[in-house]
């Protein structure tokens, strides 16, 4: 699965940590999504949506092969 | 969603404490460099009370592997399912991977041990194998969290 997080994160000139701090999770976590290596479940999709004022598939997209 | 039946943070470094100083008291008593006084000589076993190895005042005592053995457990399970800072579902996500790994690992080096070691060597063997489980999840999920915070450290 791909993502826009890192753009949308961009977009709002917020750094990994204070994104972190938005949804409540680590900032590992945000980095590891950044970066593909972990796809979050519905209810973190759901949250960062609401930070990024966007609907869901507007951040994540299916690849080939999910 | 976060991994349950996980002890409060607070409890991890209390736990690392406990779980190295019984690993390294107990191999340094293991292998004779030190040799302490009987510390649980006075704790009776309810099972086997009258096989117990050493012998003080003409009494049979336990050695103090029960008690390093003990304090090991309890510091390394605290030291292993105690909740990260920020502890997530990611994190969850690693630790449960951290289990799964550790449980290949430790099945991969049994077999190895059966197949390569026999006779008296293989009781040292089985002495390792009781902590083995907790020691590869401990230091695999350590290594990933570790790994996960450099990465994300060098993100930006």
Not at chain 1, 23 to 34: F, K, L, P, Y
Not at chain 2, 117 to 133: I, K, L, N, Q, R
Not at chain 2, 139 to 144: D, T
Request: glycine share 6%; net charge neutral.
């Amino acid at each position: 699965m791909q993502n826009k997080l890192r753009i949308e994160r961009a977009i709002l000139r917020l750094t990994q940590e204070e994104l972190a701090g938005r949804i409540g999770v680590s900032r590992q976590t945000i980095n590891a999504m950044e970066a593909n290596k972990y796809v979050p479940s519905t209810a973190l999709a759901l949250k960062l949506a609401r930070v990024f004022g966007k609907p869901v598939e507007q951040l994540f997209e299916l690849e080939e092969g999910d | 969603m976060q991994t349950r039946y996980l002890f409060p943070h607070r409890f991890k470094r209390l736990g690392w404490v406990l779980a190295v100083a019984a690993l390294v008291l107990g191999l340094l008593e293991m292998y004779e460099f030190i040799r302490l006084p009987h510390l649980l000589a006075w704790l009776p076993s309810p099972i086997g009370n009258t096989d117990l190895p050493d012998v003080v005042a003409g009494r049979m005592v336990r050695d103090n592997h029960d008690l390093y053995a003990v304090v090991f457990i309890v510091g390394a399970v605290l030291a292993a399912c105690s909740r990260e800072q920020h502890e997530d579902e990611y994190i969850g996500q690693i630790r449960l991977e951290s289990l799964l790994w550790a449980l290949y690992a430790y099945c991969g080096l049994l077999l190895l041990a059966f197949l390569l070691v026999s006779g008296m060597p293989f009781f040292t063997v089985m002495t390792y194998a009781m902590f083995a489980p907790l020691l590869l999840f401990l230091v695999r999920f350590q290594v990933v969290l570790r790994g996960s915070a450099k990465a994300a450290a060098h993100a930006e």
